[in-house]
Structures are given as structure tokens and as C-alpha cells.
């Protein structure tokens, strides 16, 4: 257990919010699609974003599409997707990552496997994103069948999620045999996708510096703020978090971390991931951005 949490953060003009979406600001429902983001983090960020534009950044495995749906209309800041490969400007700008042609030739084969696939097992939480396709071993909510118990249903769930898990290490070792850099990761204890290997959060920091001035360069990380749920650092057979390398930069370079968390998986006092500030849902933390935040507008003059 950590020993000092930072508890009164300090934002000044230069702050950069940094955030992830599904668990940190998105509470986890089964079905990643229903999730939908904290009013008070959405409201934080929309004042902080439009007073200072650009310095508020969603960092996210989903789909530029799939982040206007969780927020409920087109955000007014900028927005990292697709797990790294995408940088959407306010403007309407698109940034991709360049990935080569015989990966967008193989990414299109395993969207096309995976939608089929899930035409055939609607019970189960199947994801086709653009740059990643998996499953979730849960429920499609609101799933029912006239005259089929949920108990059998729920039969037919487990039934499909081994047969996803198939497909999806099959495409793993179709993609090794073409040399292609694919690979199997897990965002939450209930999801498996395949993935590009090269493609992360951290990395999209860098490669879109240029394009967004406000993302922080070399150890320019002191200003940023970054929330994050998933900082673990993968022992005991379990994958990293996904936000774990960007918590790391931050906290190696005097930013500040806040973590949503169920307390037991806090990162230790030695975890170079360990961080600043905890809260327990995503309420709490929007809450507390929503607070801070019209704080200090209220007393900035510019």
C-alpha cells in the first residue's frame, strides 16, 4: 500500500488532462458498447478544453466512432483511438499510423472473420474495431430469446468464447507465418483481441507529437495530469495494464497519476507505476476533475 498520495493537485494553464476511457472515466458494464462517460468528467473536460484547447486527451483503445458514442455527441478536443494508431483533430483532421499494406490487407481479413463470427453467437460480446478484434467472455445486454432460459444462454456465452478464443489465436499464427507484427493482449480480466504489436498508447505520444503540440515531448511530462485505471504491472501471470507505461512516464517526469482502482490492485510504494491519487469508480473521479477544475476557472485570469 502506498504511503503519500498527492490529494490537492495543482492545474495551471499548462496542464494537460491525459486520460483513458473504458474503467477511468466509462464505468465497466459487461457490454463495452452500453458504457457510457461520467457527466462530471464530461463537463470537466469540455470547460477545461474549451478555455485551453487542445490540453484535454482521450487516450483509448476504442474507435474514434465508438468515443462519440460514449460521450454522447462529437468531443470538442482532441481524441487518441483506436489503441494508439489514430490522432482525430477537433477540425475534423486524421492522423493514422503508417501501417504497411500487407497488415491493412491482413486487418481487414480478421475484421471481416471476427463480424462474421459474430453474426453467428449475437449472445456474445463480440469488438471489430478498426485496428483490433476480440471478444469479451460476457453477455450482450439485453440479450434474450423467447422461451430460452438465461441459464442456457449464458451455456451458449462460455460455448462461444472458447470458440472465439480459437479464431483469434488462429489469426495470431496466421499473422506470425506472414511476419507480421499482430499479436494476442487483454485490456480487462474478461477481454482477448488480437492487436498490432507496435501500436500502443505510449508510442502514439510520440509518433503525434508533431501533429499536437500539446503532447508532451522527451521528459516534458511535468504538466500533465493522467487518469488511468489499469497500471498493474503483470506479475503472477497476469497481462500489464495498458496504462501502466504512460503512468510511468508521468510519474518519472513530475507529473501527476490518478488511478481508478479497486484498492487491492493498487501498484506498491516501490511501482514505479504507483499512483499520486486513487479513487474507487469512475464517479469519484469525475467528481473530483468536475471540482477541481471549475475551481480554478473560477479564479484564473488570463
Known amino acids: ?15 494537460v488532462f491525459m486520460t483513458d476511457l473504458d474503467g477511468t472515466v466509462l464505468k465497466l458494464l459487461s457490454d463495452p458498447a452500453k458504457r457510457q462517460i461520467d457527466k462530471d468528467a464530461r463537463i ?15 487516450i483509448t483503445g476504442r474507435d474514434y466512432e465508438q468515443v462519440v458514442q460514449c460521450m454522447g455527441g462529437v468531443p470538442t478536443f ?8 489514430e490522432l482525430q483533430m477537433p477540425d475534423g483532421r486524421l492522423f493514422t499510423y503508417p501501417f504497411a499494406p500487407e497488415e491493412k490487407t491482413f486487418m481487414t481479413f480478421a475484421r471481416q472473420t471476427l463480424s462474421a463470427f459474430a453474426k453467428r453467437h449475437p449472445w456474445l460480446v463480440v469488438e471489430v ?22 441459464t442456457t444462454i449464458l ?36 477481454h482477448h483481441a488480437l492487436t498490432h ?13 508533431d501533429k499536437l ?17 489499469s ?6 501471470g497476469s497481462a500489464p495494464g495498458n496504462d501502466r507505461q504512460i503512468a510511468q512516464e508521468v510519474r518519472k517526469n513530475g507529473g501527476v497519476v490518478i488511478q481508478v482502482v479497486n484498492h487491492a490492485s493498487i501498484p506498491d510504494e516501490n511501482d514505479q507505476a504507483e499512483p499520486h491519487l486513487a479513487v474507487r469508480t469512475p464517479n469519484e473521479l469525475g467528481n473530483l476533475l468536475r471540482r477541481r477544475v471549475e475551481a480554478f476557472l473560477s479564479t484564473y485570469k488570463s
Request: glycine residues 10%; neutral net charge; contains cysteine.
Open 129 to 150: 474495431k478498426r485496428w483490433e478484434v476480440g471478444y469479451h467472455s460476457s453477455m450482450s445486454q439485453g440479450y434474450e430469446e423467447p422461451g430460452v432460459s438465461v
Open 197 to 209: 504489436s507496435k501500436v500502443d498508447k505510449l508510442g502514439a505520444i510520440g509518433w503525434f507529437a
Open 1 to 15: 500500500m502506498m504511503t503519500a498520495w498527492i490529494r490537492h493537485f495543482e492545474i495551471s494553464p499548462q496542464t
Open 44 to 58: 470537466a473536460f469540455d470547460k477545461f478544453g474549451k478555455r485551453f484547447p487542445g490540453q484535454v486527451i482521450p
Open 213 to 229: 503540440k500539446t503532447l508532451p515531448c522527451g521528459s516534458d511530462w511535468g504538466h500533465v495530469v493522467y487518469c488511468g485505471d
Open 78 to 85: 482532441p481524441v487518441i483511438s483506436s489503441n494508439g494508431a
Open 231 to 236: 497500471l498493474l504491472n503483470g506479475e503472477n
Open 155 to 190: 451455456d451458449r456465452v462460455r460455448e462461444s468464447a472458447e470458440a472465439a478464443r480459437e479464431i483469434l489465436f488462429d489469426l495470431g499464427k496466421r499473422a506470425k507465418n506472414m511476419n507480421l507484427d499482430f499479436s494476442i493482449a487483454s485490456a480487462e480480466q474478461t
